[in-house]
């Protein structure tokens, strides 16, 4: 019976809770991020901003082509495992640990901000090769969650589609990564929402998402949200 108990993922504690991925204390000091953050990029606002301010400096001057980007946590070294295993150490079972956690921070949002929930969601897709090499896409399961969770319509998959295979961005310069990113993204038939979330899992330099929120505002789409298991605060 012990050898079936699952043990957590961070700590290798064995566990028995409702969800059987980390235990109560790993999950409590995960690098969650404060609902005070500007609510366009989610990183820290400059220090001597004034607290009414819901927007940092940057959002001010340049804001993002999406209205509200919320996320669960900071990407550190935790969470980087958490999420490594789950896009490539074939454990698509992590799926209902960031929806979990997910759906949480979204409904936090909603209590303490007046957050007003999406008419429907989408996932960020992945190129068709990417997909069928890994077997699964890690924002659609987590997308499929949410829907039922919080009771949001799903866009349907291959509305929105990849139709460039990008090469990872970390190893690029800016100008390579925005070539890079130009027409990555398709619409092949008509939405029917005025406000969407659209659910990816790391954002890092936003250069994805901005290429994606310019192809669906292009489709028609008036609000767009982003939402993401976590965001690396440095870019
Ligand atoms: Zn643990
Ligand atoms: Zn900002």
């Known amino acids: 019976m012990a050898l079936l108990q699952p043990r957590c993922y961070l700590c290798d504690m064995p566990i028995d809770n409702p969800q059987p991925f980390l235990c109560l204390l790993c999950q409590q000091e995960l690098p969650y991020l404060p609902l005070s953050y500007c609510l366009s990029c989610a990183l820290p606002k400059a220090k001597h901003q004034p607290h009414q301010h819901q927007h940092c400096n940057e959002c001010q001057q340049q804001p993002?082509?999406?209205?509200?980007?919320?996320?669960?946590?900071?990407?550190?070294?935790?969470?980087?495992?958490?999420?490594?295993?789950?896009?490539?150490?074939?454990?698509?079972?992590?799926?209902?640990?960031?929806?979990?956690?997910?759906?949480?921070?979204?409904?936090?949002?909603?209590?303490?901000?007046?957050?007003?929930?999406?008419?429907?969601?989408?996932?960020?897709?992945?190129?068709?090769?990417?997909?069928?090499?890994?077997?699964?896409?890690?924002?659609?399961?987590?997308?499929?969650?949410?829907?039922?969770?919080?009771?949001?319509?799903?866009?349907?998959?291959?509305?929105?589609?990849?139709?460039?295979?990008?090469?990872?961005?970390?190893?690029?310069?800016?100008?390579?990564?925005?070539?890079?990113?130009?027409?990555?993204?398709?619409?092949?038939q008509t939405i029917n929402a005025k406000h969407i979330a659209i659910i990816d899992d790391v954002v890092t330099t936003g250069e994805t998402i901005q290429a994606a929120c310019q192809t669906l505002l292009a489709a028609g789409i008036e609000r767009i949200d982003i939402w993401c298991i976590a965001r690396t605060l440095a870019d």
């Open 64 to 188: 993002p082509p999406w209205q509200q980007l919320i996320t669960c946590m900071s990407y550190t070294l935790e969470c980087q495992y958490l999420i490594k295993q789950y896009k490539f150490a074939q454990q698509p079972q992590l799926h209902l640990l960031f929806s979990h956690l997910l759906s949480r921070r979204i409904a936090n949002q909603v209590i303490q901000d007046n957050y007003p929930l999406p008419d429907a969601l989408i996932a960020i897709p992945l190129h068709k090769k990417r997909q069928s090499k890994r077997g699964y896409n890690q924002a659609q399961l987590v997308v499929k969650d949410l829907t039922t969770q919080l009771h949001i319509p799903l866009i349907a998959e291959g509305t929105f589609i990849r139709t460039k295979n990008t090469k990872a961005q970390a190893q690029q310069t800016a100008n390579q990564r925005k070539n890079n990113m130009r027409d990555v993204f398709q619409v092949t």
